[in-house]
């Protein structure tokens, strides 16, 4: 079975501090594709970042980076000076064999002023 | 611009009732997706299709049913609509294995 696993249902961070939303995954596997969606109230599924099995280097898209560790198959999301628009709820997701995506169950995270 | 549309956004509809969910995308993506979305279980795959006649089970296919006739459209169809199927559905396309790109969903209710 190919499982997603995101451990922290809730977060809240203040704004301008750094925050981190772990996910673990389990596959059998060896190349595969990782993702972070937010989708905030509005309901639109946006990507946030993406990260290639074969590749070592950590991915980085302005203030959010993943830290990906195959061996331990976890993929956690930094968001760095979070801002109030980063409210949304965050989903991994990983595509392994065939194209669909599986998704954990979400972190809602909170950004308070 | 490319996008992905999704009609009615809302929809609310009675017990046995059949109901047709419309995902249109411009594209010209040969994946196509639904998935459904609920509190606690994050987003599940429903039926998904790889290319025109092509048409594939998910997770949660039960009371639910595809067809794609050309590379823009999947229409997703409840049969008879079940109280169980209240939820919002997503509709998304690919190409490979890169980025999925979402509809922006459609709230329905089964009463």
């Known amino acids: 079975a190919q499982t997603v696993t995101q451990s922290q249902p809730e977060m809240s961070v203040q704004e301008a501090e750094t925050v981190t939303l772990s996910c673990t995954y389990d596959t059998s596997e060896n190349n595969y594709y990782l993702f972070w969606y937010k989708q905030p109230p509005s309901r639109q599924m946006i990507l946030v970042i993406r990260?290639?099995?074969?590749?070592?280097q950590n991915a980085t898209e302005n203030r959010f980076s993943v830290n990906f560790q195959k061996a331990a198959k976890s993929f956690s999301l930094k968001i760095s000076d979070s801002q109030l628009g980063d409210t949304a709820m965050y989903f991994c997701?990983?595509?392994?064999?065939?194209?669909?995506?599986?998704f954990g169950k979400g972190t809602s995270l909170l950004v308070t002023p | 611009d490319a996008e992905i549309t999704q009609s009615p956004r809302h929809k609310i509809t009675e017990t046995g009732r059949q109901v047709t969910l419309a995902c249109h995308q411009t594209?010209?993506?040969?994946?196509m997706f639904w998935y459904r979305q609920d509190l606690g279980h994050g987003l599940r795959l429903i039926h998904y299709s790889y290319g025109v006649q092509d048409t594939n089970k998910g997770e949660v296919s039960d009371g639910y049913s595809v067809s794609r006739s050309n590379t823009e459209d999947l229409p997703l169809t409840l049969e008879s609509a079940a109280s169980s199927q209240t939820s919002v559905y997503f509709c998304?396309?690919?190409?490979?294995?890169?980025?999925?790109?979402f509809g922006p969903g459609t709230r329905l209710t089964v009463l």
């Open positions: 990260q290639e099995a074969y590749k070592q």
């Open positions: 594209w010209n993506h040969n994946n």
């Open positions: 997701a990983f595509i392994a064999s065939g194209y669909a995506l599986n």
């Open positions: 998304a396309s690919s190409e490979y294995q890169s980025e999925q790109f």
